[in-house]
């Protein structure tokens, strides 16, 4: 067992940088678990602070039940593959990854069993002897994990050790670490500002903004409904819809851009009429019609981009109002024809002041 | 080995130049000058280390095998007597003597004193900031600028035994520390003085030394010593080396404990710089001072040249450091260029440095 639990952890750098505000979160035993968040807040700092090479100005980090606290890196029993790979350049593949079981004493024929073993499993047996810098950027990932396996430590600590492969050995890399993980089972916390990639490996997500978790979730619940308008803006490919209307009178219907869209069923108890709201919606969520459509966005098509397999038409609305659809291919329509998109409405989301309306307390961090 | 290295050049090389299409000239130099043009442009300077470094150079040589003397009969007609200078200084236990002294402030002073030091303050400041760091700073950069003549006053000052300053921190009145340890005095006042450059120097060298990995060392539970030893020397032995070098080559010819000390008292601080220069110009020996000058030399050659070899297996273990960087650079097709060419330019300095 090796939960994570933050208990109101704060960071303040000594410029006086408020990095990390009062967190609270629980990481599960055997989790990935996924950080994600724009560039500057505060991903790495939570990372470090639970590693211990930064110390918490308030709060604390309890592992497997143990205040961690004030415990210094090397005894949190716990391991970190940095962005860099962080590989010692004198060192052989081998001796690198058998460098933390030399720092714990183990002994020199375990060690080196060890570290063939480990390098074995991660496909690396050919290169146990070679040196970092004659390996490719993958075979250095590979080995950085091998160096942070072989000691079997509680927990894994990622900070975007993606982001230096080229784009396809990253998906391949990413399959890699989701199936690497789930064999060995071990709580690990990924950093990365790649919604793609935390989507895609992460049992659960947290998406930061400012030192602050602003939703906490499973991709599907962070990808369906984003907590608020930054979520719902950060998170998905492309960007969902954010469309300011207001509710007509009765509060059955929003207008937006002078079309009356249905109110989401989860959201018609928190509202009244007159209240200004944000549609959300997907562009994978809108349907395209090339007829006109009750209940349904209208405009002129100004953009047609090719995803490959469908195509993101930007549809200009009469008031001026852009908005993007998810087309699939064949019949993908002419720039300058008129067309409706029509919202599904169980993945409608409206929001008030930035907030999802209705929202769950689980899906709202406190 | 020579061969897998000079074929590793030769592919930067032409890697290097295939854009510009410069590649099929016969004559290979960077700027495309050729021979004679870049021969005129080096020449002037050439002609200056000849007249000023190599001529007085030689004429010690040629001196050292003479009985030239500042006065008496060989001043107007010097003879040659070969070898004799240099079998007598061999023979001299004054010249001995004073090789010993030079080797202990080197050694003492420089090689321990001033890189110890040097690399403790550059590790202590590495992270720290604010006005402590700031000042410490400014002391050790001061104690190296200033000019020597100065400098050996403020020493003969800080030393003296009637109202020193040493003595009075000390609470030592009367003691002589010039004529009680004047080989210590000498060390330590060089440690003093020249600690900014160790200090500078290693202060460059560990902000190359990537935060990740002292990090990862850390994270494993390695002590400071065990972060030094694995993590950080291994990355700046080159530094140490060309470090050690310099500061081993500019006290061995330091002349400045001979303002403090004259080489006294009775020869206990004489290095071999201020030896020589009691004989040649004290003593009038012009002759046995140059081939004195000239053991010298030799001496600074061979530290050099020692330094410089290890250095030279250094930079061959490097290199694999460097190729790393161009590989990540790019994608997949350069990681497989670079491929055949690494395991013959690394497997050489591999096994050197096992060995
Ligand atoms: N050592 C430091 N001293 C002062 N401020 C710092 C320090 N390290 C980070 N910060 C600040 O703390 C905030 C969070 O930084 P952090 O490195 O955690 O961001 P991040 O989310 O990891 O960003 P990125 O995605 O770019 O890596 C930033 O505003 C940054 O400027
Ligand atoms: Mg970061």
């Not at chain 1, 369906?224 to 219907?253: H, Q």
Request: negative net charge; contains cysteine; aromatic residues 8%.
């Amino acid at each position: 067992m090796a939960d994570i639990t933050l208990n109101r952890l704060a960071k303040v750098y000594p410029g006086g940088v408020r990095a990390l505000s009062d967190l609270d979160l629980t990481v599960r035993d055997g989790e990935f678990f996924a950080l994600l968040g724009p560039s500057g807040c505060g991903k790495s700092t939570l990372l470090r602070t639970l590693a211990g090479l930064e110390e918490a100005t308030g709060g604390s980090v309890h592992i497997a039940g143990q205040d961690v606290t004030a415990l210094p890196p090397g005894d949190r029993d716990i391991a970190m593959v940095f962005q860099d790979y962080a590989l010692f350049p004198h060192m052989t593949v081998h001796e690198n990854i058998a460098y933390p079981l030399k720092i714990k004493k183990v002994g020199k024929g375990e060690r080196a069993a060890k570290a063939r073993e480990t390098a074995e499993e991660l496909g690396l047996g050919h290169l146990g002897e070679r040196r970092p810098g004659q390996l490719s950027g993958g075979q250095q990932q590979r080995a950085a994990l091998a160096r942070a396996m072989a000691c079997h430590p509680r927990v894994f600590l990622f900070d975007e050790p993606l982001s230096n492969l080229d784009a396809r050995m990253r998906l391949e890399a990413r399959t890699f670490l989701k199936k690497l993980q789930r064999e060995l089972g071990v709580t690990t916390v990924f950093v990365t500002h790649d919604q793609a990639e935390a989507l895609a490996m992460a049992d659960r997500v947290a998406v930061m903004e400012s030192g602050a978790l602003r939703q906490v979730g499973t991709p599907t619940e962070v990808f369906r409904r984003p907590a608020s308008t930054f979520v719902a803006s950060f998170i998905g490919s492309t960007p969902m819809n954010l469309l300011d209307g207001e509710l007509v009178a009765g509060g059955g219907a929003v207008r937006v851009s002078g079309r009356e869209l249905p109110v989401p069923d989860g959201a018609r108890a928190h509202l009244k009429e007159g209240d200004e709201v944000v549609y959300g919606v997907r562009p994978e969520y809108l349907r395209w019609s090339e007829r006109a459509v009750d209940a349904a966005l209208s405009g002129t098509v100004s953009v047609v981009e090719n995803l490959g397999s469908a195509h993101l038409v930007t549809l200009e609305c009469d008031g001026g109002l852009g908005v993007q659809v998810v087309v699939p291919e064949e019949h993908e329509p002419a720039v300058g024809a008129r067309g409706w998109a029509v919202p599904r409405e169980d993945r409608a989301l409206l929001y008030r002041d930035g907030e999802l309306v209705g929202a769950t307390p689980a899906e709202v961090p406190a | 080995m020579a061969a897998t290295t000079s074929s590793a050049e030769t592919a930067t090389r032409t890697g290097e130049q295939s854009p510009d299409g410069h590649g099929g000239e016969p004559e290979r130099d960077a700027a495309g000058l050729g021979r004679r043009r870049a021969a005129a442009f080096v020449a002037p300077a050439l002609v200056l280390i000849a007249l000023f470094l190599v001529l007085p150079a030689v004429w010690t040589l040629y001196l050292g095998a003479t009985d030239y003397r500042l006065t008496g009969i060989p001043a107007i007609d010097p003879a040659f007597v070969g070898l004799d200078n240099v079998t007598k200084a061999l023979g001299d236990d004054d010249f001995l003597h004073s090789l010993w002294l030079t080797l202990l402030f080197v050694l003492g002073s420089a090689v321990i004193g001033q890189a110890g030091l040097g690399f403790a303050l550059a590790w202590w400041m590495r992270e720290r900031t604010g006005w402590l760091k700031t000042t410490l700073e400014a002391l050790v950069m001061l104690a190296w600028i200033l000019p020597s003549s100065v400098v050996a006053f403020l020493w003969i000052a800080f030393l003296d035994r009637d109202g020193g300053t040493l003595n009075t921190l000390l609470h030592t009145p009367g003691a002589a520390w010039l004529l009680d340890h004047p080989m210590l005095s000498i060390i330590v006042y060089n440690i003093w003085r020249g600690s900014a450059f160790s200090m500078m120097l290693y202060s460059a060298a560990l902000g190359n030394v990537p935060a990740s990995h002292l990090e990862t060392a850390r994270l494993a539970g390695a002590s400071g010593w065990q972060q030094l030893r694995d993590v950080v020397f291994p990355r700046i032995r080159g530094h140490v080396l060309t470090n050690l070098l310099l500061i081993s080559l500019w006290t061995f010819n330091d002349f400045t404990p001979f303002l403090i000390t004259a080489g006294g008292p009775n020869g206990a601080t004489e290095t071999l710089p201020v030896h020589i220069y009691k004989t040649a110009l004290g003593s009038g020996e012009l002759g046995y001072g140059a081939a004195l000058s000239f053991l010298m030399l030799l001496i600074n050659l061979v530290v050099a040249v020692v330094y410089l070899r290890l250095l030279g297996q250094k930079n061959k273990a490097r290199r694999s450091g460097k190729r790393k960087t161009a590989a990540r650079g790019s994608g997949g097709p350069t990681d497989q260029d670079a491929a055949p060419a690494a395991p013959h330019a690394e497997a050489p300095a591999a096994k050197e440095e096992t060995a």
